[in-house]
């Protein structure tokens, strides 16, 4: 509460002093998705990283959709819808550099302002995961990570390949495409922040891949061949998961 207080304390200050001139500016905000493993940064193919039960792993595809993303008002109004949807995809991370700057989304033209936090859903609203690939155009985040016989889109993927047996092939693939309309949650994270002219806003989330695949000393024994790879076939690999996934998912700052 202290520190909502001299945010809006600040935000007064910084208001009245603009010139009528200026009082129609507007203001940014950087949002920033960082993934990590085991509190590393996560890079694709090369960099091997260790599986739960010891197995050396390779990552080759981590990505996500965020839909919904609005900016909470500190009046308790409506709040300001940011954007619709995006993929977080990390497939073409490929060192510790792009991993460490993370995914960035740059909002302009924000209502100055201070605000108290964020809503983001994970997955998508069922209005959208009803559409198809058809419907936008090919750079649109749902031009993409669609299944036709599923009539729904892949809201999330991990794909990776393990060394079960310690021979330095990395032959073992697993593979989990997580998606139905019933997954969808809005998750609200509390921070106060100013948007005002010249000095862009920011916020930092982060998620560790470890955290989705072990918990509280529990994962999938991909010694079993069922365990290795799930379509949204099986509850008890894909739900365990997708809570797993929206457990670890965090603002940092």
Not at 105 to 131: M, R, S
Not at 151 to 158: D, N
Request: glycine share 6%.
């Amino acid at each position: 509460m202290r520190q909502l207080f001299l945010l809006l304390l600040s935000a007064s200050l910084v208001f009245s002093a603009c010139d009528p001139d200026e009082e129609e500016a507007r203001g940014s905000l950087d949002l920033t998705f960082k993934a990590t493993y085991q509190d590393e940064p996560l890079v694709m193919f090369d960099q091997v990283y260790t599986y739960p039960d010891g197995s050396p792993l390779k990552f080759q595809l981590f990505n996500y959709y965020v839909s919904d993303i609005t900016l909470i008002k500190d009046d308790n109004s409506e709040g300001v819808l940011l954007s619709e949807v995006e993929l977080i995809n990390y497939e073409e991370v490929y060192d510790n550099a792009t991993a460490e700057q993370g995914i960035q989304l740059n909002f302009d033209d924000l209502e100055p302002g201070v605000y108290t936090g964020i809503k983001i859903g994970l997955g998508l609203t069922g209005e959208l995961n009803a559409t198809q690939p058809g419907d936008y155009a090919a750079d649109h985040p749902l031009s993409q990570n669609f299944w036709s016989w599923a009539r729904g889109y892949v809201f999330a993927k991990i794909e990776a390949r393990a060394d079960r047996d310690g021979d330095g092939q990395f032959s073992d693939p697993l593979t989990y495409h997580i998606g139905e309309d019933e997954l969808f949650t809005t998750l609200t994270m509390s921070k106060p922040l100013i948007i005002q002219k010249d000095n862009p806003a920011n916020m930092t989330f982060s998620v560790d891949v470890y955290d989705i695949l072990s918990r509280d000393g529990n994962y999938l024994d991909i010694s079993a061949q069922e365990n290795t790879q799930d379509h949204t076939n099986n509850i008890a690999i894909y739900g365990w998961l997708w809570e797993n996934l929206n457990n670890s998912f965090k603002l940092n700052n």
